[in-house]
């Protein structure tokens, strides 16, 4: 288990979204959160914390899925279009955002702990995987990263 620590001032709002899971729920909620949090705090606003599970992973899942109810959902580059705007948007932020992978997220590294010829292959981690990691001022820290 890793940590990292923010420095707050007095005065500073941080946006603390979880559990966003693109793909899966109403974008408009999102998008609402997303304006009450840019026209209340607009001013104060020093970063943006993500909590995991931004990305459902359902297409990655480890619990076994009937083939056809994995036609219905969405491939997990579809979850991640659908995410990506959002995080781009989020580093724009003073201070940038700061992304703590969930359990869905860490559903991938699932995937290589059961394949051990998958360690170390290029595209196995995270940002790589979904293409996040191209987006200045956001950092990616690893499941179970303390934040202080």
Not at 39 to 53: E, T
Not at 70 to 84: F, G, H, S
């Amino acid at each position: 288990m890793s940590r990292c620590k923010i420095k707050v001032y007095a005065g500073d709002a941080y946006l603390v979204p979880g559990d966003l899971h693109f793909g899966q729920h109403n974008a408009a909620a999102i998008k609402a959160m997303d304006r009450l949090f840019a026209n209340k705090f607009r001013r104060n606003r020093r970063g943006v914390i993500c909590l995991g599970d931004a990305i459902d992973s359902h297409p990655i899942t480890r619990h076994d899925r009937k083939a056809e109810r994995l036609a219905a959902i969405p491939t997990l580059m579809d979850e991640v279009r659908l995410a990506y705007p959002w995080f781009e948007n989020a580093a724009w932020s003073p201070l940038g955002c700061t992304y703590v992978l969930g359990n869905h997220e860490a559903w991938i590294q699932d995937i290589v702990n059961s394949q051990p010829g998958l360690a170390g292959a290029p595209g196995m981690e995270w940002g790589t995987l979904t293409g996040l990691n191209t987006i200045e001022n956001l950092d990616i820290l690893p499941y179970k990263t303390w934040i202080d």
